[in-house]
T-cell receptor, first 115, second 111 residues
Framework: NAGVTQTPKFQVLKTGQSMTLQCAQD?????MSWYRQDPGMGLRLIHY???????DQGEVPNGYNVSRSTTEDFPLRLLSAAPSQTSVYFC??????????????FGAGSRLTVL | GDSVTQMEGPVTLSEEAFLTINCTYT??????LFWYVQYPGEGLQLLLK?????DKGSNKGFEATYRKETTSFHLEKGSVQVSDSAVYFC??????????FGKGTTLSVSS
């Protein structure tokens, strides 16, 4: 049981480049989300999804796109990277709140540097 | 909107010392409360949770009690170990909302 798998673990981009952070989970979780972690800011929600075909914005969605074509995968796309997007990104998943369990399982993180 | 405020760190303790990390929250409803821990180089993992007032969550010697009257969920441990060195996040989840985290408190325990 792999849990939540994020790739790549490290990435360096130049300003203006695009890339996709991959996230996959094998726990049949309906809820998936992306957070960014910055020093002194804690974790801030970027986008989330409550099921395949459904996505919504979190606290800091600008500059990021997501899609959810399958239950297992929830990629995060940066269309034109900016230095302000230098951060550590975490993908997390859970069963929906209605099931009585809302404990997030986190991936190990992807450290992105934009030069 | 809902929010979580936790004490700023870093918190530096000697092994076997008593630990308290304060956490207070603001919510319009009746949220569930959580403590997550992040060890160096890893993602977050659940430490403990409480889903209603007066519940006590506990795990690995850590405890926290959901205090509705003071809107608090302080994390405590009677005797910390070097292996407890990590970043601790308080979080809440209300009906229909995503998990909201505090800014995190870094704990450093020396032998």
């Amino acid at each position: 049981n792999a849990g939540v798998t994020q790739t790549p673990k490290f990435q360096v981009l130049k300003t203006g480049q695009s890339m996709t952070l991959q996230c996959a989970q094998d726990m049949n979780h309906e809820y998936m989300s992306w957070y960014r972690q910055d020093p002194g800011m804690g974790l801030r929600l970027i986008h989330y999804s409550v099921g395949a075909g459904i996505t919504d914005q979190g606290e800091v969605p600008n500059g990021y796109n997501v899609s959810r074509s399958t239950t297992e995968d929830f990629p995060l796309r940066l269309l034109s990277a900016a230095p302000s997007q230098t951060s550590v990104y975490f993908c997390a998943s859970s069963f929906p709140k209605s099931s009585g369990a809302n404990v997030l399982t986190f991936g190990a993180g992807s450290r992105l540097t934009v030069l | 909107g809902d929010s979580v405020t936790q004490m700023e760190g870093p918190v530096t303790l000697s092994e076997e010392a008593f630990l308290t990390i304060n956490c207070t929250y603001t919510a319009t409803g009746y949220p569930s409360l959580f403590w997550y821990v992040q060890y160096p180089g890893e993602g977050l993992q659940l430490l403990l949770k409480a889903t209603k007032a007066d519940d006590k969550g506990s795990n690995k010697g850590f405890e926290a009690t959901y205090r509705k009257e003071t809107t608090s969920f302080h994390l405590e441990k009677g005797s910390v170990q070097v292996s407890d060195s990590a970043v601790y996040f308080c979080a809440l989840s209300d009906v229909g909302t995503a998990l909201i985290f505090g800014k995190g408190t870094t704990l450093s325990v020396s032998s």
